[in-house]
Nanobody
């Protein structure tokens, strides 16, 4: 079993920054082999579908970021700490939502990087509110 706990959300003014963290825990091979799997960040605003924000491959070899956040958000991972990060800069009101991290069932899948169906394990989310 694998669990994720997201943190770092909060209330921030437009133009501000936040760094989200996604820490994995669990037992056995699911945790030991975390680095071998693609990890994604998603967000969901009230009344809207969950959308992919950014994803990163096994070994941080490649990553992909949604056009809506490109140039502002950066995904990274620290395998020793079993933690994945999302650095968010120049935040806008439309970035408001609950942010989730998740682990996919493969090391990389560029075509389905932003598809929730490609992911197996999910965290509970952290709320980000961008407002003046």
């Amino acid at each position: 079993q694998l669990q994720f706990v997201e943190s770092g959300g909060g209330l921030v003014q437009p133009g501000g920054s936040l760094r989200l963290s996604c820490e994995a825990s669990g037992r056995g091979s699911d945790l030991d082999n975390l680095d071998y799997y693609m990890i994604g960040w998603f967000r969901q605003a009230p009344g809207k579908e969950r959308e992919g924000v950014s994803c990163i491959s096994h070994g941080s070899r490649v990553s992909k970021t949604a056009d809506s956040v490109k140039g502002r958000f950066t995904i990274s991972r620290d395998n020793a700490k079993k933690t994945i990060y999302l650095q968010m800069n120049d935040l806008r009101p439309e970035d408001t939502g609950t942010y989730y991290c998740a682990r996919a069932g493969t090391w990389w899948d560029a075509d389905n990087c932003h598809s929730p169906a490609a992911y197996e394990y999910w965290g509970q989310g952290t709320q980000v509110t961008v407002s003046s």
